[in-house]
């Protein structure tokens, strides 16, 4: 089989992982070498669906031993197989990257033998990558539960990002559908890899050269709409990932229909208006200093798919509005709908120089069209008549651009790029 | 009288139309570039002449008495060559030297504002350029790329690639502008192309292209196609020069 078939195989057998960012590592090219990171990662395509491309992302082989019922790789799958060898993986990364298709490599792959061979396999290829090819570009790589300790520790060396994906949101969900998976076999490899950075972090503030261990931070997915977990119990989820193991970034996918399981539910499309409303949410918990509890409850589960978190948020809490954008402080103005990070420091900035009047705002970036019924400028509100949350709602909804949807989307999916505040 | 100054287009001849409305009593009404002066018989022109040290002065007394980042943003501003920037661009700096580092702040302010969204927009294209640049393999292993970007950015791009492909010999060409840069592992410079340049491409050029063409397509999910998504992310007038895209 060629490279070329094998490239086809390997990348559709791994587009179903979302994750693409190349962002939150520095690494720096060394003399004779080639590649850096870029701390913000940098976006090179769009595939037809809209998402980014930054990485190669590719298995390395999709033989697996395992027969998870939600994956495409599943050993039971009548399905054509391929397995890139580490001088294919080596020259594919190296010759794409310096025609700057990629800013790395995304390297994951299925199980074959047991997972401690799968990490051999990988460690083999980053190894070769860094110290034969002097490659210092983006790398990101899988960690495959129940691997040792002892494999995953030295990958981290090497790479500048990790991740180990949760899939299923609760341990029902892996038991139904990932029977060779639990939770303590991912959430134990999660831990290590947490400790190990803050580890090497100490090491590095007293020794210079002391090495970087996933200086880019470990990420994980969760997959949307193949269990019957709610939004609360997966936001809850990632909550707990951000606040007790560190993770840079979870991901958020709607699940495509791959298989048919007496298991697995039965959908028209992927539920991907779902999907981005957690991406919102997801934002709102790491920028936005909003907590799971205050976005959704019991009583309301699950998003709203008609308006985004963050408007439902402040309709809920319409008693604490209008803010009056000349007075009040950060904190309260990144509540406000449609005033982002950004702008509610350019407000904090420029309100310095004299009170900012209706048209500052305009200037400052701030979506006026949602944030008007919230915010009083000057002591003058410019939004209804009245502050009744249902009409603004209804306004909100209807009265908005129609394409405001799509621009919302993809402004959430760049990342917010350039902002160097938005580290992700 | 409406006065014009008129000067060569270069970011040193507009740092010295700078110095000269400073201390001269003709203030000017626009500053204009060779290219783009206007016949009119109501215009009083003043060709300024382009001295190093002059130009030098300028540029230190806005990076010390302003801020480094606002010779910054005045320096992509002059990129963008937006008509009429550089009378936004001495508003700015004559702003900025009355208030000093935090002129950036300023948002309310009219010319802070310009400078400001012109600085975003010209960074913006820069950033989507270090990943949407498409180099292709010349037979000496020279990589090439050509662009032709909406601002003059080449010279703020090139150092992003000579820290990646220091070991590299590399040509970026601005088809639009007909200037490229040129980097030898060693050294790099801005130069104007005239005519075309006799390209014959690497052998496994052709294969690392079809590589990535078919990498392009299988990576997309069908099933959540989304095309106006992928446009607004990457527009159109870029595809042009990208290999998936047909360029």
Redesign the interface.
């Known amino acids: 089989m060629d ?2 078939d094998k ?2 195989i390997l ?2 057998a ?3 992982d979302v994750s693409c960012s190349s962002s939150g590592s520095g690494r ?2 060394k ?6 990171a ?1 701390i913000n990662g ?13 990485l ?2 590719i298995l390395m082989t999709n033989y697996c031993i395992y027969d998870c019922a939600y994956c495409v790789n599943r050993s039971s799958n009548d399905l054509e197989r391929a397995t890139l060898t580490p001088d294919e993986i080596v020259d ?1 990364t190296i ?2 990257y ?4 990629i800013e790395g490599l995304f390297l994951s792959s299925a199980i074959i033998k047991s997972p401690n061979h799968t990490m051999e396999l990988i460690l083999n290829v980053v190894k070769r990558l860094r110290e034969v090819e002097g490659f ?2 983006y790398i990101h790589t899988k960690a495959i539960p129940h691997a040792d300790k002892r494999i995953i520790d030295e990958i981290g060396l090497y790479v500048d990002r990790m991740s180990i994906n949760i899939e299923l949101p609760s341990e029902n969900g892996l038991k139904l559908l990932a029977p060779n998976k639990t939770k303590k076999s991912i959430l134990t490899p999660m831990g290590n890899i947490r400790n190990r950075i803050v580890e090497t972090r100490e090491e590095k503030k007293k020794f210079k050269y002391a090495n970087s261990f996933v200086p880019g931070g470990q990420s994980t997915q969760l997959i949307v709409g193949a269990t019957e977990d709610n939004d609360l119990k997966i936001l809850k989820l990632s909550e707990g990932l951000y606040d007790g193991y560190n993770l840079k970034r979870v991901y958020y996918s ?1 699940y ?1 229909p791959v298989a048919k399981s007496p298991n697995l539910p039965v959908l028209d ?2 539920p ?1 208006i779902r999907e981005n409303r957690l991406y919102q949410a997801d934002w709102l918990l790491r920028f936005y200093k909003f907590k799971a509890d205050e976005l959704l409850d019991e009583n309301m589960p699950n998003f709203d798919l008609s308006l985004d978190p963050k408007c439902n948020w402040a309709l809920r809490n319409i008693g604490i509005f209008p803010v009056e954008i000349n007075r009040a402080d950060y904190n309260t103005l990144l509540r406000v709908p449609g005033i982002g990070v950004k702008s509610a420091r ?1 407000i904090v ?2 309100r ?3 009170p ?2 209706y048209d ?1 705002l305009k ?2 970036n701030i979506v006026l069209k949602r944030a008007k019924y919230f915010i009083t400028c000057n002591g003058k509100y410019y939004g209804m008549s009245s502050m009744n949350p249902e009409k603004i709602r209804k306004k909100l909804i209807y009265g908005l651009d129609r394409n405001i949807f ?2 919302q ?2 402004l959430w ?2 990342g917010g ?2 902002d160097k505040s938005l580290h992700i | 009288m409406i006065n014009h100054y008129i000067y060569d287009g270069s970011f040193d001849g507009l740092l010295n139309a700078i110095y000269k409305a400073y201390y001269t009593p003709d203030k000017p009404d626009k500053i204009l570039s060779y290219e783009k002066r206007e016949d009119n018989f109501l215009v009083k022109e003043i060709l300024i002449d382009t001295d190093a040290k002059k130009a030098k002065k300028v540029y230190e007394a806005i990076d010390k008495k302003i801020s480094p980042a606002a010779l910054r943003k005045i320096y992509y501003a002059y990129l963008s060559e937006i008509d009429g920037i550089e009378m936004d661009i001495l508003n700015f700096v004559r702003l900025g030297f009355k208030i000093g580092t935090d002129i950036e702040l300023n948002l309310a302010n009219e010319a802070v504002f310009k400078i400001e969204s012109i600085y975003n927009k010209v960074s913006h294209e820069r950033h989507r350029m270090t990943g949407l640049i498409r180099f292709k393999e010349l037979k000496n292993n020279i990589l090439y790329a050509e662009i032709s970007p909406d601002y003059n950015l080449v010279g703020i791009i090139a150092p992003h690639f000579i820290k990646r492909l220091s070991n590299e010999n590399f040509i970026i060409h601005d088809k639009k502008r007909n200037i490229s840069v040129f980097y030898n592992k060693k050294e790099w410079i801005v130069r104007e192309i005239k005519g075309d340049l006799n390209i014959i491409f690497n052998e496994k050029e052709e294969d690392y292209q079809n590589l990535w063409k078919m990498y392009f397509k299988s990576i997309s999910i069908k099933e959540k196609f989304n095309p106006k998504l992928q446009r607004s992310n990457m527009p159109k007038k870029y595809w042009k020069y990208l290999i998936e895209k047909g360029g």
């Open positions: 490279v070329l490239l086809r990348s559709d791994a587009k179903y720096k090219n003399k004779g070498g080639i590649g850096s870029s940098i976006c090179h395509s769009w595939s037809d669906d809209g998402r980014c491309i930054s190669l992302k594919l010759n794409f310096r025609r700057n298709y210092n570009g709607a495509v499309s992927p991907v350019r900035a420029a310095k120089f004299g900012l009047n500052n200037k400052l799509e621009k989307l993809s999916e760049m790029f350039n």
